[in-house]
């Protein structure tokens, strides 16, 4: 059975850093796709950033430059480096697996960007 575990979310100040961290079960090799994506309240679920299993990296434009996800495969984790939190980052932020054509989500781990 698949299982996405986030954590590391917070209450963070503008301009501060958080690294979120999704667990998942089985290799990462195993998904074709593995991401990010946030939901913030009263708005619609978006994408943030997300790598295939070829190697592409994509990141929404709102995030570039501010944003990465990487993995470390020995742990089956994924990981989102997010630096200059502005209060528009504020999300609940969810991982995202895609096994075998079949889209997998966590519960979530929330991020509050405010002073």
């Known amino acids: 059975q698949v299982q996405l575990v986030e954590s590391g979310g917070g209450l963070v100040q503008p301009g501060g850093s958080l690294r979120l961290s999704c667990a998942a079960s089985g290799s990462l090799f195993s998904y074709h796709a593995m991401g990010w994506y946030r939901q913030a309240s009263g708005k619609q679920r978006e994408l943030v950033a997300t790598?295939?299993?070829?190697?592409?990296?994509n990141y929404a434009d709102s995030v570039k430059g501010r944003f990465t996800i990487s993995r470390d495969n020995a742990n089956n984790t994924v990981y989102l480096q997010m630096n200059s939190l502005n209060t528009e980052d504020t999300a609940v932020y969810y991982c995202?697996?895609?096994?075998?054509?079949?889209?997998?989500w966590g519960k979530g781990t929330l991020v509050t960007v405010s002073s």
């Open positions: 995202m697996g895609n096994y075998y054509g079949i889209h997998y």
């Open positions: 790598f295939t299993s070829g190697g592409s990296t």
